[in-house]
Each structure stands twice: as C-alpha cells, then as structure tokens.
C-alpha cells in the first residue's frame, strides 16, 4: 500500500532556515557535532528541530539501527544509536536521507532527540 503523501500549507506549516548560531551536540563530556551549519527545521506547533550536516559530527560514535519510522511531509527516518562509554543510546539519532521536495535541506543531515543528548546553540 502507498503511504500517504502531503504538502506543508497553511494547516501544517514547515520551514527550513539556516541557523545563525554555532550548534554543538554532546554526551558526557564528548563532542559528537560541532558546526556552524545547522539548518532548523520548524514544523507546525512541533519544536524546532537542528538538522546538522553529517560532516560535522563524529559518524564513528553512530550505529544504524533497523528502526524507521515515516512522516507524510518529510519522508522515511533512519536512525542510528550512539555509543558511549556507558553503553548505547537507542534510537538517538534520525535522519532523512532522501527527504521530500517541501524538505530538501535536510538531505545529509542528522537530527537528535534532546532528551537524550545536550544540544547547545551559541
């Protein structure tokens, strides 16, 4: 069966911008993303998202998990868990590697959850 597929507008808005700041993303006291390419992704009345570009954070700390998960705007999620010295962070990690055309800015880029890594903006 096709999935849906929809077209952010006025009921459900979706903006992608370059974000101004620096954006670093740690566990622990280990640096995974250092960049000052960031892209924030707002969707609707959601948080806004940091999309970092891949080549900005340490990929030898990523494991690709067997999870997906699809969003009708952005398309299919990947993910990846992050290794630490304390053991793996499940499902840390997303990624769109061939986002939709309302979203193309985010293709090459990583996103994490802030519950569970810390994520600042300077």
């Not at 990929?59 to 990846?80: I, Q, R």
């Not at 962070?89 to 890594?117: N, R």
Request: glycine share 4%; proline share 11%.
């Amino acid at each position: 069966m096709d999935k849906p597929r929809l077209t952010p507008g006025p009921d459900h808005p979706i903006t992608v911008s370059p974000n101004p700041s620096r954006v670093t993303v740690a566990v622990g006291d280990r640096t995974l993303v250092d960049t000052t390419r960031a892209q924030v992704l707002q969707e609707s009345s959601y948080p806004a998202v940091q999309y970092v570009p891949r080549e900005d954070a340490d990929m030898s700390l990523l494991e690709p998990t067997d999870t997906h998960t699809y969003c009708p705007y952005k398309g299919e999620a990947s993910y990846f868990s992050i290794r630490t010295d304390d053991g793996l962070l499940e499902d840390a990690v997303w990624s769109y590697e061939t986002p939709y055309d309302a979203v193309p800015e985010i293709a090459g880029h990583l996103a994490f959850y802030p519950d569970k890594v810390r994520i600042t903006e300077r």
